[in-house]
């Protein structure tokens, strides 16, 4: 190549720069966090486009979320100084299986607009199954069924291929049911997550033609995250690089944090093995963080063994010591946060001036953010949720997205029981028993079951007549969708045709557009189907919520060209809040945080049993507690300038108080690059952080008050206070509970309630229980009026 001014390379070190310009054979760049092997990754993407080598949609590239992917084409677009036509094939590797899977699904024996189920259309399907073949569900949980299915998809195992050696899970029927669940997914059109790379696996496997045209076609591979690669991950990038071996892997085995979804940090040491003469790039210097908060990550996963053991440095200014802090209970954290992130906003405590989009939460579980979204909603500061359980996964949003589903697909016999009486049809458990079977005498999906049953006069009266109405609505909605059919020759303008995708990338149906966007169709979908008017009609204070949700459900599909995208988009995304304008703080989880940065960073809920989880502290052996520190390693390193860590002593799980221990984490980190902070007197005179633990719960001693960190004494305090059962909350200790009442029960016990029936404990609180009831949602009733199920 003519020699040609590269400003992408400028800001490159000679290392990076090796990576990008050793643009063929493989590569693989195994460095620290921070290190710049995401920046180093983009340029090359960057380069072999300048370079001429590559078109970008001849480059794949796989980032590990969402996020990521879009953050990336961003990049590339900027340090191109243009911008880039699209790269189709950067993305996750769930993203860009389900394109390679749309274009090759008779050959996985579904067909091009196949559903990706959730995992509670999974669960509900497993069910089924379980029902059908005689299995207690209460002994043998579908969940478990299908956690051990999704670990048998991540080794790219379909049933045929699960090793003899795995024939006594589940109770000795485990690949039986898989390969039924299998079938039940075909009949469906669906996949399910993990089909989505199985598929592409197994079609890649058994059809070296359609391997052959894409390994011509993917001229060069880039992998980010490497270490984080399952068994089916890796076997599909093997099959792709098998040809050209450009391939080129990042990654750091001291960052791999999904070995309990399957992922292999085998893959990335053994890299050089599977690919000879592999480049190796090693980047030492950090420029992310300051050489504090370097020093801290690093002090804590050295305890780990096995590494490969990578020293960073950097040149970053010394900044502020990593930050810890103790407190009472999780909400006093929420709060003590909330006013700490008001104060760095200002720029009052004695650092710069933060804006909140430089700060973020880090949470090990989910259930954290609770606290700070009550907190910050209350003090009016904003948020944003990456990752959590959200807008998607409420009930109304979940229906409308059924009509949709059916609609695109209307095999999709799920999405059909959902909505098939909501509203309410005049369709109860008999009608849909007698749909249900005649869809099965004809071998047919439940919509066409229907629309028989309907003929034949099996359903008769009001039902019928709205059953019959719907299937009309749902053919006439979809063929609105379609657009007109239009002649060969007939050609539209729009029409969707890249010219610079290769030829059998090109689907073969031509509509033409259609008379409604999507966003209008979706709202006569809502209109039309009676739903909306559901909840027009409906009475209760949460009705007009859902409303404004289905409202922001519609808006939500105007950034994509159609239905399917959108649906697509939801059923992929991990991180989809919808952006208003203006500087929030985020809040996420530390497996979502993965690959990013923020100025600031709060580490809250360090307790032993919380970080580290108590799974990984029951295992034996050391692997899940090392890959806990991992994850304490990825969340210091996200933090550039300030990192706080904080504990609470209390903590409500599950409605239930829990006194916790510092975590073990905590006494590694190294002293000389801590400094504890004590809560300032907002919450009654001049209470510290460890008097806070026991003034609460009687046991009244400041020993600890001066320096929570380094005392034993407080230590001592904790274990004390760890060894009564259960510390009572401040604004319970005045109530009468009928403790006798609630301790005939336990979490996750199924029980009856007189009134609304048969649920599930999700939550002890005095002589309350949180039931999450099968027909009438989450309540929270008083215990004596439950019986055990078994009663
Ligand atoms: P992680 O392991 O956390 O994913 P990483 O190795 O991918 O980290 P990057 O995110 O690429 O690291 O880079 C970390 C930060 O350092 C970014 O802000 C990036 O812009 C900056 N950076 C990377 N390389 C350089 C460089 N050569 N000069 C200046 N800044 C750099
Ligand atoms: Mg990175």
């Given at each position: 190549m003519a020699a040609r001014p590269a400003p992408y390379l400028d800001d490159l070190n000679p290392a990076q720069r090796e990576a990008v310009l050793q643009m063929d054979g493989p590569v693989l760049m195994l460095a620290g966090a921070g290190t710049g092997k995401t920046k180093a990754l983009t340029a090359r993407i960057v380069h072999l486009l300048m370079s001429g080598n590559a078109r970008a949609n001849e480059i794949l590239a796989v980032t590990f979320t969402n996020k990521a992917a879009r953050e990336m084409k961003e990049r590339v677009g900027r340090m191109l100084g243009q911008q880039i036509e699209g790269m189709p094939w950067l993305g996750t590797f769930h993203a860009i299986c389900v394109k390679l899977l749309r274009r090759h699904a008779e050959l996985a024996g579904l067909k091009s607009n196949f559903t990706i189920l959730d995992t509670d259309d999974q669960i509900r399907l497993l069910k089924q199954l379980l029902s059908l073949n005689n299995i207690d569900e209460k002994r043998w949980p579908a969940r478990q069924l299908a956690s051990l299915i999704d670990h048998w998809k991540n080794r790219a195992w379909t049933p045929s291929k699960v090793p003899a050696s795995e024939a006594g899970a589940f109770n000795h029927r485990g690949t039986e049911l898989y390969e039924q669940y299998q079938a039940r997914l075909r009949e469906l059109n669906a996949c399910d997550f993990g089909d989505l790379l199985l598929h592409v696996v197994?079609?890649?496997?058994?059809?070296?033609?359609?391997?052959?045209?894409?390994?011509?076609?993917?001229?060069?591979?880039?992998?980010?995250?490497y270490q984080d690669t399952n068994v089916a991950q890796y076997l599909w990038l093997r099959l792709l690089a098998g040809g050209h071996k450009n391939i080129c892997c990042v990654g750091d085995d001291d960052q791999s944090i999904y070995g309990w979804r399957g992922a292999e940090v085998g893959n990335i040491l053994r890299f050089e093995k599977d690919f000879p003469g592999a480049h190796v790039v090693r980047l030492e210097q950090n420029y992310r963080s300051t050489p504090h908060i370097l020093a801290a990550a690093s002090g804590v996963i050295?305890?780990?063994?096995?590494?490969?053991?990578?020293?960073?440095?950097?040149?970053?200014?010394?900044?502020?010591?990593?930050?810890?802090i103790g407190h009472w209970d999780g909400e006093e954290e929420a709060r003590w946060i909330g006013e700490e992130i008001e104060s760095l906003q200002k720029g009052t405590r004695g650092l710069r001036q933060y804006s909140l989009d430089d700060i973020a939460i880090l949470v090990r579980a989910s259930h954290q953010m609770r606290a700070f979204e009550d907190r910050f909603l209350t003090i009016g500061l904003p948020y944003r949720v990456i990752g959590g359980?959200?807008?998607y996964e409420r009930m109304e949003i979940r229906d409308a997205m059924a009509y949709f589903r059916l609609v695109v697909s209307p095999d999709d016999d799920l999405a059909f029981e959902r909505i098939v009486n909501t509203p309410k049809r005049g369709l109860g458990d008999k009608a849909q028993q007698t749909i249900q079977a005649t869809a099965r005498?004809?071998?047919?999906?439940?919509?066409?079951?229907?629309?028989?049953?309907?003929?034949?006069?099996?359903?008769?009266?009001?039902?019928?007549?709205?059953?019959?109405?719907?299937?009309e609505n749902l053919a006439r909605w979809r063929e609105t969708m379609l657009g007109p059919v239009l002649r060969p020759g007939e050609a539209e303008d729009s029409a969707d045709v890249i010219d610079d995708e290769p030829a059998?990338?090109?689907?073969?149906?031509?509509?033409?557009?259609?008379?409604?966007?999507?966003?209008?169709?979706?709202?006569?979908?809502?209109?039309?189907?009676?739903?909306?008017?559901?909840?027009q009609n409906d009475k209760t204070p949460e009705a007009p919520g859902r409303l404004e949700n289905l409202k922001e459900l519609v808006k939500a599909l105007e950034q994509f060209e159609n239905l399917q995208g959108f649906l697509?988009?939801?059923?992929?995304?991990?991180?989809?809040?919808?952006?208003?304008?203006?500087?929030?703080?985020?809040?996420?989880?530390?497996?979502?945080?993965?690959?990013?940065?923020?100025?600031?960073?709060?580490?809250?809920?360090?307790?032993?049993?919380?970080f580290p989880s108590q799974r990984s502290m029951d295992e034996s052996g050391l692997k899940g507690l090392e890959e806990e520190r991992r994850l304490a390693y990825v969340g210091i390193t996200r933090a550039e300038e300030l990192c706080t860590i904080s504990f609470a002593g209390n903590r409500r799980v599950f409605g239930q108080w829990q006194s916790a221990l510092p975590s073990r984490f905590i006494d590694e980190l190294p002293e000389a690059h801590v400094e504890v902070l004590t809560p300032p007197g907002l919450y009654g005179g001049g209470y510290g952080a460890a008097a806070a633990y026991g003034g609460g719960s009687g046991l009244e001693t400041r020993a600890a008050e001066a320096n929570v960190y380094n005392s034993p004494g407080w230590k001592r305090l904790?274990?004390?206070?760890?060894?009564?059962?259960?510390?009572?909350?401040?604004?319970?200790?005045?109530?009468?509970?009928?403790?006798?009442?609630?301790?005939?029960?336990?979490?996750?016990?199924?029980?009856?309630?007189?009134?609304f029936g048969y649920g599930e404990i999700t939550g002890i609180e005095g002589d309350k229980l949180e039931i999450a009831f099968e027909k009438s949602g989450v309540k929270k009733v008083v215990a004596r009026f439950v019986h055990a199920e078994d009663d």
């Amino acid at each position: 190549m003519a020699a040609r001014p590269a400003p992408y390379l400028d800001d490159l070190n000679p290392a990076q720069r090796e990576a990008v310009l050793q643009m063929d054979g493989p590569v693989l760049m195994l460095a620290g966090a921070g290190t710049g092997k995401t920046k180093a990754l983009t340029a090359r993407i960057v380069h072999l486009l300048m370079s001429g080598n590559a078109r970008a949609n001849e480059i794949l590239a796989v980032t590990f979320t969402n996020k990521a992917a879009r953050e990336m084409k961003e990049r590339v677009g900027r340090m191109l100084g243009q911008q880039i036509e699209g790269m189709p094939w950067l993305g996750t590797f769930h993203a860009i299986c389900v394109k390679l899977l749309r274009r090759h699904a008779e050959l996985a024996g579904l067909k091009s607009n196949f559903t990706i189920l959730d995992t509670d259309d999974q669960i509900r399907l497993l069910k089924q199954l379980l029902s059908l073949n005689n299995i207690d569900e209460k002994r043998w949980p579908a969940r478990q069924l299908a956690s051990l299915i999704d670990h048998w998809k991540n080794r790219a195992w379909t049933p045929s291929k699960v090793p003899a050696s795995e024939a006594g899970a589940f109770n000795h029927r485990g690949t039986e049911l898989y390969e039924q669940y299998q079938a039940r997914l075909r009949e469906l059109n669906a996949c399910d997550f993990g089909d989505l790379l199985l598929h592409v696996v197994t079609i890649f496997q058994a059809h070296p033609d359609v391997l052959a045209q894409y390994q011509r076609w993917f001229r060069y591979i880039l992998v980010d995250e490497y270490q984080d690669t399952n068994v089916a991950q890796y076997l599909w990038l093997r099959l792709l690089a098998g040809g050209h071996k450009n391939i080129c892997c990042v990654g750091d085995d001291d960052q791999s944090i999904y070995g309990w979804r399957g992922a292999e940090v085998g893959n990335i040491l053994r890299f050089e093995k599977d690919f000879p003469g592999a480049h190796v790039v090693r980047l030492e210097q950090n420029y992310r963080s300051t050489p504090h908060i370097l020093a801290a990550a690093s002090g804590v996963i050295r305890g780990n063994e096995g590494r490969l053991g990578k020293e960073l440095w950097t040149q970053a200014e010394e900044g502020e010591k990593v930050r810890l802090i103790g407190h009472w209970d999780g909400e006093e954290e929420a709060r003590w946060i909330g006013e700490e992130i008001e104060s760095l906003q200002k720029g009052t405590r004695g650092l710069r001036q933060y804006s909140l989009d430089d700060i973020a939460i880090l949470v090990r579980a989910s259930h954290q953010m609770r606290a700070f979204e009550d907190r910050f909603l209350t003090i009016g500061l904003p948020y944003r949720v990456i990752g959590g359980p959200r807008f998607y996964e409420r009930m109304e949003i979940r229906d409308a997205m059924a009509y949709f589903r059916l609609v695109v697909s209307p095999d999709d016999d799920l999405a059909f029981e959902r909505i098939v009486n909501t509203p309410k049809r005049g369709l109860g458990d008999k009608a849909q028993q007698t749909i249900q079977a005649t869809a099965r005498e004809f071998g047919v999906s439940l919509i066409e079951g229907a629309r028989i049953a309907v003929e034949e006069e099996r359903l008769r009266g009001k039902g019928a007549g709205q059953l019959r109405m719907l299937c009309e609505n749902l053919a006439r909605w979809r063929e609105t969708m379609l657009g007109p059919v239009l002649r060969p020759g007939e050609a539209e303008d729009s029409a969707d045709v890249i010219d610079d995708e290769p030829a059998f990338l090109v689907g073969e149906t031509r509509r033409g557009t259609p008379e409604l966007s999507h966003m209008e169709l979706a709202e006569v979908i809502l209109d039309e189907s009676g739903y909306t008017a559901m909840w027009q009609n409906d009475k209760t204070p949460e009705a007009p919520g859902r409303l404004e949700n289905l409202k922001e459900l519609v808006k939500a599909l105007e950034q994509f060209e159609n239905l399917q995208g959108f649906l697509e988009h939801v059923a992929l995304i991990m991180d989809n809040e919808s952006e208003e304008a203006g500087a929030k703080v985020s809040i996420m989880t530390l497996h979502a945080a993965k690959g990013l940065e923020f100025p600031c960073v709060f580490l809250p809920g360090w307790e032993d049993g919380l970080f580290p989880s108590q799974r990984s502290m029951d295992e034996s052996g050391l692997k899940g507690l090392e890959e806990e520190r991992r994850l304490a390693y990825v969340g210091i390193t996200r933090a550039e300038e300030l990192c706080t860590i904080s504990f609470a002593g209390n903590r409500r799980v599950f409605g239930q108080w829990q006194s916790a221990l510092p975590s073990r984490f905590i006494d590694e980190l190294p002293e000389a690059h801590v400094e504890v902070l004590t809560p300032p007197g907002l919450y009654g005179g001049g209470y510290g952080a460890a008097a806070a633990y026991g003034g609460g719960s009687g046991l009244e001693t400041r020993a600890a008050e001066a320096n929570v960190y380094n005392s034993p004494g407080w230590k001592r305090l904790q274990e004390r206070s760890s060894q009564r059962p259960v510390s009572q909350p401040r604004e319970s200790r005045n109530t009468v509970i009928d403790l006798q009442a609630v301790s005939a029960f336990e979490m996750g016990q199924r029980v009856f309630h007189q009134k609304f029936g048969y649920g599930e404990i999700t939550g002890i609180e005095g002589d309350k229980l949180e039931i999450a009831f099968e027909k009438s949602g989450v309540k929270k009733v008083v215990a004596r009026f439950v019986h055990a199920e078994d009663d």
